[in-house]
């Protein structure tokens, strides 16, 4: 009896070990396996693994030691106890870059993945058909890799690229433009390599199963909504079957079934856009002592306006070349041995010289057996759908939900930002699902306009001097600020940042060039209508502004505004005591140029005739005024107004008199052209650092001092605002 009781209690403690919460072991007995939380029985001690065995366990897991309950009581069971959660399964449509990477994370993870493949094995065929451009890894292709632990093997077989090397038609002069700063670049890897790569690295995983030569037909569906199933049909035998998994992943490439299927479901958006180039690949073999026959760690670059040409080095002393034109100039103007080699030997002289006549012909035909049939161009697509998720079961990635012109490659982010998300919800598939359809639809609508600007860029603008002359100055500031002015190119290639948040730091109004301590005053900004260089949406503001939008060089619908404002961010140029006071005003009649102490004080004001040239302390004086008889140029009538007065030396061009009004007086320390005694007016004053060139009544104002580095060329009143200031530069906030 007492035995059988044991029985029992062992066999009721068995059953809650399936529901149970282990209590991590005191005494673990598991041998040569690494320990974690839960301890794993891993076959091959892959230490990523480790992470997700509470999370589904990867193999069975071994735990020594549960305590449960039975009857109130609680018992302690001790032995090795092998059990494992169910798993839950992925089906991956498509083994491509983004298919395979899929395959790795989630079998890290602890899924049961299965890929189904159209083609062959790539490993298996000597030529792959189809795309087959050299990628460039940025470092957001390097972190995905980083994260399935292939970082450091796929660096080593590709080429890093530092720069872009611009080559003129003359075929001699050749331009460098790096992509950022020193030790910053991008790496060239053959995308077969890297495929083949990721499908091994997939494979060493048990729960992973590559199933090549099954293809995708359709999409099953539900009550009249997207399906957890998949129909393949099996090339190899013709035989059709339907696979069901927890979630469904169509990588299956730019003419996805997947998605096709999905196009029959409402509220699905979707377009497509066939940009008028085409491509043709080419390859540079090595020189004949082994060697790469040009730079090898660059980006080669032929632009020629509306047609580019590229080329990347491989590892083994190859470079694959590419030429984007369009598909008329194709037809046209290389439809014949001698039309090809002619337009070569124009536009792209050293590469023809480097292919050779007789290679580059053979190029653009097919291979056996239709060696003597031409080549054709091959398409390149931009594709855009939303949402990307549906039923939380099915979602699309990579080109299958955002196919684009091949100048940004960015899709190995895809896998690595949804790994992310999944471990934010704890693998909660409609949580994981709705937030990054939601997150990354838009994102990858811009990467896809990006991409499509990014080829604009290179076929044409990279030999505008402008161009140049801007690359050169984002550099620049990017080193002199290299956490706040960020060029665009950088943003994307060497950051992570969300590709809709780098388009919206690049259109910030409040961030531009020349931009200080104000976020809101920039030399060319566009976004916003307030702050602009030559801005026309607001005619408050243009060129100038400073601390104030409202004030700039030619303003004209509000007369208070205009050039060269000092003191008070509503006065202009020469306006000092007065904020109505402008240079060429016409709105109002009595603003005008060289007013100083009163408003009403202009150069040939007609409003009131008291208002003219000259006038000083009293807002009845001017030149040539007719209506007062006390205001005059030269006048003797009154002591007190005169251009040479000595009657009352209050007012005079050179009074001794009166220390308080003089051209050159030393008297009074407070006004002067050339004082010295008082450090703080003065044309070149050297006593006080803070005054300088055109100094009025405020300090804060100056040309060109160099004391104060928060004061120098167009200073106004606040001191934090100014062109070339170098003291306030950590509230500097750049981006390009």
Known sequence: MPSTCVIIIFVVGLFYVISAEPVPPTNTNVTEAPVCEVPCEIGDNKCALLQSCIKGCCGPAVINNIRIRVNSKTISIRGDFKMCKAQQKVVIAGAGLVGAMNACFFAAKGWQVEVYEARNDIRSMAHVAGRSINLALSRRGMASLEAI????????????MHARLVHDIDGKTIHRQPYGQPGQHIVSINRRHLNEALIDEAEKYPTVKFFFQHKIVKLKSSNGKPGNGLTIENNLNNETFEVEADLLLACDGAYSAIRKSLMSFPLFQYSQQYIEHGYVELNVKPTKDGQFAMEPNVFHLWPRGDFTLIALANTDKTFTVTLFAPFQVFEEQMDTDAKLWQFFTHYFPEMAELLGRSDLIAAFYKSAPNQHERREALPLVSIKCQPHAFENRVLLMGDAAHAMVPFYGQGFEDCLVLSEILERFNNDIPKTLDYYSRTRCQDAHTINDLAMYNYLELKDLVNKSKYKLRKKFDLWLNKLFPNKWIPLYSMVTFTRIPYHQVVQLKANPEINYA???NPEINYASTANPEINYASTANPEINYASTANPEINYASTANPEINYASTANPEINYASTANLEINYASTANPEINYASTANPEINYASTANPEINYASTANPEINYASTANPEINYASTANPEINYASTANPEINYASTANPAINYASTANPEINYASTANPEINYASTANPEINYASTANPAINYASTANPEINY????????????????????FYS
């Open 149 to 160: 632990g292939l970082k450091d093997y796929i660096v080593h077989k590709g080429v890093e």
């Open 515 to 517: 931009s200080t301590a």
């Open 714 to 733: 167009a200073s106004t009143a606040n001191p934090e605002i100014n062109y070339a200031s170098t003291a306030n530069l950590n509230q500097l906030c």
